[in-house]
Nanobody, 121 residues
Framework: QVQLVESGGGLVQTGGSLRLSCAAS????????MGWYRQAPGKQRELVTRITSGGSTNYADSVKGRFTIFRDNAKNTVYLQMDSLKVEDTAVYYC???????????????WGQGTLVTVSS
């Protein structure tokens, strides 16, 4: 079994910071791209940021300059540092990863359970 486990959400005031983490565990040969999505109430899930296994990143325009994604390949963990948070960043944040399983070398797309980030004014 392989899975993603997230942590780090919570309540923060406008302008504050939070760091989310997401660890992949189980019978993993390697982890390819990892990323974060979010879904605000009444809206569709959207891509926030992604990072390849080589460290290349891309960000949604709405978070550029405020959010930073980075990963620790030795720990199969991805992080999302969120600074200068705004009310409109309030959402459930989901981790996403493309994982190569050890037993079959098949690639599976995984999702974390989601963690709520609430930014108050």
């Amino acid at each position: 079994q392989v899975q993603l486990v997230e942590s780090g959400g919570g309540l923060v005031q406008t302008g504050g910071s939070l760091r989310l983490s997401c660890a992949a565990s189980g019978s993993i040969f390697s982890v390819n791209a990892m990323g974060w999505y979010r879904q605000a109430p009444g809206k569709q899930r959207e891509l926030v940021t992604r990072i390849t296994s080589g460290g290349s990143t891309n960000y949604a325009d709405s978070v550029k300059g405020r959010f930073t994604i980075f990963r620790d390949n030795a720990k199969n963990t991805v992080y999302l540092q969120m600074d200068s948070l705004k009310v409109e960043d309030t959402a459930v944040y989901y981790c996403n990863a493309l994982v190569v399983r050890t037993a079959t070398y098949s690639i599976v797309e995984l999702w974390g359970q989601g963690t709520l980030v609430t930014v108050s004014s």
